[in-house]
């Protein structure tokens, strides 16, 4: 019996890179003051974001990057944090009302007011959001506008807003 000359596939190196962080003293002490729990925190961080994606098309998923473009990093996404949906809805808003975002991206940006309907129908579902679910959108768009994300996002195309998609770029990033 000859055994057939398969090419072996090369083992898929694991990503074991070190990160540092600096919690607040108080959460440290609240998960539990290690690294093993802060590790755990982690993880149980990851499964609340996996499981809470909210349910968003192509186009009010670009329209969020679009706005949270000028909050990133900034007091916006702490006041996300805080105060969940509500602040995230009153960028919604006011995205359309000063900036017409919403003709941009569900009508046509000549005629204004033409994506007034679809960006009253993502403010409700944001309104509706969960903390978690904000937090997801906060995790996603900060990836987009993350160099990573800029060098290999084509918003046409690419569901940059999905885990999968997000783990495999940040995966090759690494490699």
Request: hydrophobic residues 35%; contains cysteine.
């Amino acid at each position: 019996m000859t055994k057939s000359k398969e090419p072996k596939s090369k083992p898929r190196r694991q990503a074991n890179k070190q990160i540092t962080v600096y919690p607040d003293p108080t959460d440290r002490y609240i998960v539990g003051g290690n690294t093993p729990a802060m590790h755990r925190a982690i993880a149980c961080w990851a499964i609340e974001l996996k499981n809470n994606m909210p349910e968003l098309d192509r186009a009010e998923w670009n329209f969020l990057a679009d706005v949270l473009n000028s909050s990133y990093d900034t007091d916006l996404l702490m006041e996300m944090t805080v105060h969940g949906s509500g602040a995230l809805a009153l960028e919604v808003h006011d995205a359309q009302l000063y900036s017409q975002t919403g003709d941009k991206w569900f009508g046509n940006q000549l005629d204004k007011g033409s994506g007034q309907e679809a960006t009253n129908r993502l403010l409700e579902k944001v309104q509706a959001m969960t903390w978690q679910q904000c937090q997801y959108i906060r995790t996603a768009t900060n990836f987009f506008w993350s160099k990573i994300g800029m060098d290999r996002i084509d918003y046409h195309k690419d569901e940059w807003w999905t885990l999968p998609y997000r783990v495999q770029v940040l995966r090759e990033a690494e490699e």
